[in-house]
């Protein structure tokens, strides 16, 4: 073990003395008590976050997981994979309270993942990955700080089913789209009934409010025709040619078919005799 080393920059190395920890040497030129204090290698790393053995890489790692079968809440078994990104902050803490840890980093992941999964149905799975994976880097949050290392992201990488379930989701598609369709196609139907029916209210409306305008305007003409006759011919002479003009008027209408009887009264010309 040499007395003089240098620390590579933006990683550190742990000292020890008499087999216990004795501090932390950050980058630069560095030197140890020969005899007394020591290096802590870590053992079963494979090289990640650190070189040597001995020197603790500070800078953010990518710790890839093998896949993990996963049940789905709609009982549909899937494998699913991530990435886990993430730095150390206290390197005692990572390299004395955790046995290996990168493995322990994608153990952890791993059960965080299938356990979000098994709370989710297969479409929400495949379809709301962002919100997973901020579900999962959340649960992180607690093993962190034990760790000393801090999570900054998890991506999902990749969710494999069988051709079974592939078919099945085809068929539910399918089935979904034609729903969609059949809705679609009863919102129009009563959608235009509605116009339909709007637009007959509107006409029937405007039709009242036309002969109830004429009605007004015979009215008043029929107001100040008799009121001009009885000016001209007196009130008695007036009523009885008012009279009249409604006779007539009713025996239009009668006659206007050709199969009503029509029987006369007997006084039909003296409603003419006005005097």
Sequence with gaps: MPLIYTVPQNHVLLIK???????????????KIPFIEGFKYVEGWNRIANKQRCFIEMSEQQT??????????????????????????????????????????????LNA???????????????????????????????????????TRVEIQEVTYSDETAEAMMQEMAAERKKLALIAE????????????????EAYVMKAEGQTKALKLLAKGEKEYLAELIEKIGEESASQIILAQKYIDGMKVITENPSNKVFLPSNFKGTYDIG
Excluded at 186 to 201: D, L, P
Aim: aromatic share 6%; charged share 25%; hydrophobic share 40%.
């Design 186 to 201: 009863a919102e129009g139907i009563a959608q235009a009934e509605i116009t339909k029916a709007k637009a007959s209210a």
């Design 113 to 151: 993942l299938r356990t979000n999964i098994g709370k989710l149905r297969l479409n929400q799975v495949l379809s709301e990955r962002q919100s997973l994976n901020q579900k999962i880097a959340s649960e992180l949050t607690d093993t962190a700080s034990k760790w000393g290392i801090e999570f």
């Design 64 to 109: 890839d997981t093998p896949p993990r079968q996963c049940q789905t809440q709609d009982n549909v078994t899937i494998d699913a994979n991530a990435s886990v990104y993430w730095k150390i902050t206290d390197p005692v803490k990572a390299v004395y309270d955790v046995d290996i840890l990168p493995k322990s980093i994608a153990d952890v992941a």
């Design 17 to 31: 003395r008499f087999g216990k920890h004795a501090r932390v040497q950050h980058e630069g030129l560095r030197i």
